[in-house]
């Protein structure tokens, strides 16, 4: 009869180096996935200029009512109007009237700082930047595509869907306000 011989003993090899030598083998590949993996994942954090647009603050003290401050905030204008005493009584006079995104003017300030609406300055259409005091209800006209919105950012013609969006802001001073 032929005798059976084991492999790993005609080579010399111990089944114990072997194991390890895989296991080392796992472990740096382990290791340079992880190494080449790293670089992908951390490109998706956001950048710092982006934190940094966060939330900013912004004085107010300077605007006079009947005029708008423009700021960038996190790409897109934000209109900060001093609304007028007339402005204020013409929205709220309209607070039941038929909307398409039905809003009172109290809704869309802050308790106490009626005088500052405070709005995205994108229309709800199709992105574009509307230009204050040219519609039919005193507040502002989308040139692009017709949307007319009142004092208070209510759309009343046109095609957009909604009102002008109210970013997150709260005042931080008598004038100072922080925005987003």
Request: hydrophobic share 35%.
């Amino acid at each position: 009869m032929a005798e059976t011989v084991n492999a790993h003993e005609t080579h010399g090899e111990d089944p114990s180096r072997r194991d390890f030598i895989h296991i080392a083998t796992m472990a740096t590949g382990a290791v340079g996935v992880a190494a080449v993996a790293w670089p992908f994942i951390d490109q998706m954090n956001p950048s710092a200029d982006t934190l940094a647009l966060a939330s900013i603050e912004q004085d107010i003290g300077k605007v006079a009512p009947g005029q708008q401050l423009v700021v960038k905030w996190r790409g897109k204008p934000v209109f900060v109007r001093h609304r007028t005493p007339a402005e204020i009584a013409a929205s709220v006079k309209d607070d039941h009237a038929e909307m398409r995104d039905p809003a009172s003017d109290a809704s869309r300030t802050k308790p106490g700082k009626q005088e500052w609406l405070i709005v995205i300055g994108v229309c709800t259409h199709l992105g574009c930047v509307p230009n204050f005091g040219t519609g039919d209800y005193g507040g502002w006209f989308c040139p692009c595509h017709g949307s007319v919105y009142d004092t208070a950012g209510r759309i009343r013609k046109g095609p957009a869907p909604r009102n002008l969006e109210l970013p997150s802001y709260e005042f931080t001073g008598p004038t100072k306000v922080k925005i987003g």
